[in-house]
C-alpha cells in the first residue's frame, strides 16, 4: 500500500565500502528522485529521472549512481564510502504537468559510514 | 543565491498558542509552485500544501492556514491553538517553471516545539 518505499531504513557501514540503496514507487509517476538531507536537516536535490532518463544531476560526487531500470524504480548505488556520506537519503516521485501534484517522499534510508 | 529563506531556525511555542512560522522566496519564474512540507521526530516528510504564483488566495486547513504574498515574496504558514502533535521541522519549498514538481529548493527548515 505503500506509495514510495525506500529500502533498507537504516544502513551502518564502514568507509571505502560499496553500498546500494532501493526506491520503488506505486504511484505510476514519470518522475523519481533522490534527495539528501544532512545533519543540519539541509535538504538537497541529487539526481531526477523521468521515465527512465536523467534529467537533473546536480554536483554530486561521481561515486554516486543513480540507476533507473524502470520508470517504478530508483536505486542508488555508492562506491567508496566515505564519512561525509553519512546523511538520510530521501527518494521521492511526482507527475509533473499535473494539477497538484507534490513530490510523494519515501521514509528515508538514514546511512552511516564509519 | 539561498532560493528560499526561513529565518527562525527554532521555535517553541506553549500548547493553544498560535504560530507562525515564516518563509520568504526567491524567484526570477513568473510560473512557481511554493510547498511546506512537515517532517516529525520519526523523519519522514509529509506534504502539506502546494500553491502556484497566480493564486494568491489564502488557504485555511483545520488549524493550519497559509498567507502568500507575491508583493513581499512571502508565503507564511500558522498553526493555530498548537498542539504537541505539530512539534516537528517545517520546510518551505519551491519550485521553479510551469512543470510544478522538478527540483524543490527547500529552505533550511523550522524547528517547531510546542511544550505541552
Known amino acids: 500500500d505503500t506509495a514510495v518505499s525506500q529500502t533498507p531504513k537504516y544502513l551502518v557501514t564502514q568507509m571505502g565500502n560499496d553500498k546500494s540503496i532501493k526506491c520503488e514507487q506505486n504511484l505510476g509517476h514519470d518522475t523519481m528522485y533522490w534527495y539528501k538531507q544532512d545533519s543540519k536537516k539541509f535538504l538537497k536535490i541529487m539526481f531526477s529521472?523521468?521515465?527512465?532518463?536523467?534529467?537533473i544531476n546536480e554536483t554530486v560526487p561521481n561515486r554516486f549512481s543513480p540507476k533507473s531500470p524502470d520508470k517504478a524504480h530508483l536505486n542508488l548505488h555508492i562506491n567508496s564510502l566515505e564519512l561525509g556520506d553519512s546523511a538520510v537519503y530521501f527518494c521521492?516521485?511526482?507527475?509533473?504537468?499535473?494539477?497538484?501534484?507534490?513530490?510523494?517522499f519515501g521514509n528515508g534510508t538514514r546511512l552511516t559510514v564509519t | 543565491a539561498q532560493k528560499v529563506t526561513q529565518a527562525q531556525t527554532e521555535i517553541s511555542v506553549v500548547e493553544k498558542e498560535d504560530v507562525t512560522l515564516d518563509c520568504v522566496y526567491e524567484?526570477?519564474?513568473?510560473?512557481?509552485?511554493l510547498f511546506w512540507y512537515k517532517q516529525p521526530p520519526s523523519g519522514e516528510l509529509v506534504f502539506l500544501i502546494r500553491?502556484?504564483?497566480?493564486?494568491?488566495q489564502n488557504e485555511i486547513s483545520g488549524r493550519y492556514s497559509w498567507n502568500f504574498q507575491k508583493s513581499t515574496s512571502s508565503f507564511n504558514f500558522t498553526i493555530t491553538a498548537s498542539q504537541v502533535v505539530d512539534s516537528a521541522v517545517y520546510f518551505c519549498a519551491l519550485s521553479e517553471g510551469e512543470t510544478g514538481a522538478n527540483n524543490l529548493f527547500f529552505g533550511t527548515g523550522t524547528r517547531l516545539t510546542v511544550i505541552p
Open positions: 529521472y523521468n521515465n527512465k532518463e536523467l534529467i
Open positions: 500553491r502556484n504564483s497566480f493564486d494568491e
Open positions: 521521492a516521485s511526482s507527475q509533473p504537468g499535473t494539477v497538484n501534484s507534490p513530490l510523494h
Open positions: 524567484t526570477r519564474d513568473t510560473t512557481y509552485y
